[in-house]
């Protein structure tokens, strides 16, 4: 996959510090990935880059919301999000990104593409079950749930009461009035 440029830091021309990145995700960041589960997306990134004499430092925060279809309603709503990623680059070798929170680039490596850490941290702050937030606190009024609800097993202490011979009442007042 290309690399989209605005997510490429040439490190090699920094002084040696903290540096500061700031970008603006929208819908068609996802569109490169092909990742089509937002319908729409409005997320701030900024990344700080230590640079030091052997290695770089990256500080990742996101946040933000991305609307997406609640999986109980299939009703769109904004999600809001937040996730925090530290990375350190080394220098060595080889190309080497086996572990999670550090990135080893060749000797000689002047710039290093941050974008694939921006959309997995994008993409892993989203809830698993997405539940409206309307369903949540019963403001929702969706013809969906008015049917799920229709159609929900009606409890067991309701359905007893009603299924109950009236004689075995006064047998259960036995039992109470020891």
Same mark, same amino acid.
């Given at each position: 996959? =290309?690399?989209?440029?605005?997510?490429?830091?040439?490190?090699? &021309?920094?002084?040696?510090?903290? @540096? /500061?990145?700031?970008?603006?995700?929208?819908?068609? #960041?996802?569109?490169?990935?092909?990742?089509?589960? #937002?319908?729409? *997306?409005?997320?701030? *990134?900024? *990344?700080?880059?230590?640079?030091?004499?052997?290695?770089?430092?990256? @500080?990742?925060?996101?946040? &933000?919301? *991305?609307?997406?279809?609640?999986?109980?309603?299939?009703?769109?709503?904004?999600?809001?999000? &937040?996730?925090?990623?530290?990375?350190?680059?080394?220098?060595?070798?080889?190309?080497?990104?086996?572990?999670?929170?550090?990135?080893?680039?060749? @000797? &000689?490596?002047?710039?290093?593409?941050?974008?694939?850490?921006?959309? %997995?941290?994008?993409?892993?702050?989203?809830?698993?079950?997405?539940? @409206?937030?309307?369903?949540?606190?019963?403001?929702?009024?969706?013809?969906? /749930?008015?049917?799920?609800?229709?159609?929900?097993?009606?409890? =067991? %202490?309701?359905?007893?009461?009603?299924?109950?011979?009236?004689?075995?009442?006064?047998?259960? =007042?036995?039992?109470?009035?020891?």
């Amino acid at each position: 996959m =290309k690399s989209l440029k605005e997510f490429i830091i040439p490190f090699v &021309g920094l002084k040696i510090g903290k @540096h /500061l990145f700031e970008y603006k995700i929208e819908h068609a #960041f996802f569109e490169h990935y092909e990742y089509e589960e #937002f319908n729409d *997306v409005n997320i701030d *990134v900024n *990344v700080e880059l230590e640079k030091k004499t052997t290695l770089l430092e990256l @500080h990742f925060k996101v946040s &933000g919301w *991305v609307n997406v279809n609640c999986d109980l309603t299939n009703e769109p709503y904004n999600q809001t999000i &937040g996730n925090e990623f530290d990375l350190v680059v080394n220098f060595g070798d080889e190309y080497n990104d086996e572990h999670i929170d550090i990135l080893i680039v060749p @000797h &000689g490596t002047y710039e290093i593409s941050i974008q694939q850490y921006i959309y %997995e941290l994008i993409v892993l702050a989203v809830p698993t079950k997405r539940v @409206h937030p309307g369903v949540e606190d019963g403001t929702l009024d969706s013809d969906i /749930l008015k049917k799920l609800e229709e159609l929900s097993p009606k409890l =067991k %202490e309701d359905k007893e009461k009603e299924d109950i011979d009236p004689r075995w009442n006064t047998l259960k =007042k036995l039992l109470t009035d020891k």
